[in-house]
Nanobody, 127 residues
Framework: QLQLVESGGGLVQPGGSLRLSCAASGFILDYYPIGWFRQAPGKEREGVSCISYSGGSTNYADSVKGRFTISRDNANNMVYLQMNSLKPEDTAVYYC????????????????????WGQGTQVTVSS
């Protein structure tokens, strides 16, 4: 059974850092692009970052460029999102997603490009 599980969320003060992890099971992660998305209360889900199957290319939303870094460890079937200089507006539930329908491809930060999703992890940035 294909499964993605996010972890690493929590409460952090503005300016702080968190590292989110996305663990995959039931499939070989390194065949597929992976994306990170977030959804704040009352807002639509938005793309944050994505990484190609090989890790050779990445994309970031303008709102997180220079603050967030996506990476992957294919040997351990993991993808990470390092979040620095966090702001209150980064508060949301963060989801990782896999584009199983697009193996061996680059990535896009659009929800429709992904067909398997984790359950999400809450990130709250507040003093």
């Amino acid at each position: 059974q294909l499964q993605l599980v996010e972890s690493g969320g929590g409460l952090v003060q503005p300016g702080g850092s968190l590292r989110l992890s996305c663990a995959a099971s039931g499939f070989i992660l390194d065949y597929y692009p992976i994306g990170w998305f977030r959804q704040a209360p009352g807002k639509e889900r938005e793309g944050v970052s994505c990484i190609s199957y090989s890790g050779g290319s990445t994309n970031y939303a303008d709102s997180v460029k220079g603050r967030f870094t996506i990476s992957r460890d294919n040997a351990n079937n993991m993808v990470y999102l390092q979040m620095n200089s966090l702001k209150p507006e980064d508060t949301a539930v963060y989801y990782c997603a896999a584009a199983i329908k697009s193996p061996f491809s680059s990535c896009q930060i659009v929800t429709g490009a992904y067909d398997y999703w984790g359950q999400g992890t809450q990130v709250t940035v507040s003093s």
